[in-house]
Every structure is written in structure tokens, then in C-alpha cells.
């Protein structure tokens, strides 16, 4: 079983930057992908950025391109996601997604393990 705590989230001007962290615990967390999903109000969640399990692989949504990345430190068992540019639209209560596997997928059916979520808010 796998642990996922989010943190990092909160209001920010558009324009802004935030930067989310996803600390993992109960399993091996270098062998495993890791991911951010986010769900905006009224919409279906949606998958944002993947990480392979020892960092190299990266995976993006087109609207995140360019704006967000995504790091993981194994040493300390935690993901994060770096946004800038932050827009109205991303909005959005962000997951932290643990994939029982060595690369992320999009689709939230291959997700294995998600966090509680964070809120993101961003004035316009």
C-alpha cells in the first residue's frame, strides 16, 4: 500500500508560480511512476504531468506545456510539480497519482494510488 500527501497548494495572482509537492510513503517509491492529476469545478479530472520511475521519462498535457514541470527527489520519496505562469483556468483541486508500474499513464484507470488532493486557486 502506498501513502500520498499533497501539500503546497493555496491562492496565487495569475501569472504566478506554485510549486506542489506529493511526499509517498509504504512502498519502494524509486520503482514506481508518479503523476498529477487536477479536477476544476464541474469538470471531469483530468491527467496533467507523469514522471517515470527514476526521473528521466516526462510526460505532459498540452495545456500545461511550457508552464508546469514535473521532478521527483527519491532520496526523499517525494514528487513535485513546479507551475508558472498560472492561469484563472487552472483552477483546480490537484491529485498526486502513484502508478504501480515504472511509467505514468493518462488515463485515471491506471492510476493505482492517489493522494487527497490540494486546492489550487488562481484570481484573475
Known amino acids: 500500500q502506498v501513502q500520498l500527501v499533497e501539500s503546497g497548494g493555496g491562492l496565487v495572482q495569475a501569472g504566478g508560480s506554485l510549486r506542489l509537492s506529493c511526499a509517498a510513503s509504504g512502498r519502494t517509491f524509486s520503482n514506481y511512476a508518479m503523476g498529477w492529476f487536477r479536477q476544476a469545478p464541474g469538470k471531469e479530472r483530468e491527467f496533467g504531468a507523469g514522471?517515470?520511475?527514476?526521473?528521466?521519462?516526462?510526460l505532459y498535457a498540452d495545456f500545461v506545456k511550457g508552464r508546469f514541470t514535473i521532478s521527483r527527489d527519491n532520496a526523499k520519496n517525494t514528487v513535485y510539480l513546479q507551475m508558472n505562469s498560472l492561469k484563472p483556468e487552472d483552477t483546480a483541486v490537484y491529485y498526486c497519482?502513484?502508478?504501480?508500474?515504472?511509467?505514468?499513464?493518462?488515463?485515471?484507470?491506471?492510476?493505482?494510488?492517489w493522494g487527497q488532493g490540494t486546492q489550487v486557486t488562481v484570481s484573475s
Open positions: 514522471i517515470s520511475w527514476g526521473g528521466r521519462g516526462t
Open positions: 497519482a502513484g502508478f504501480a508500474s515504472k511509467f505514468p499513464g493518462r488515463e485515471e484507470g491506471t492510476v493505482d494510488y
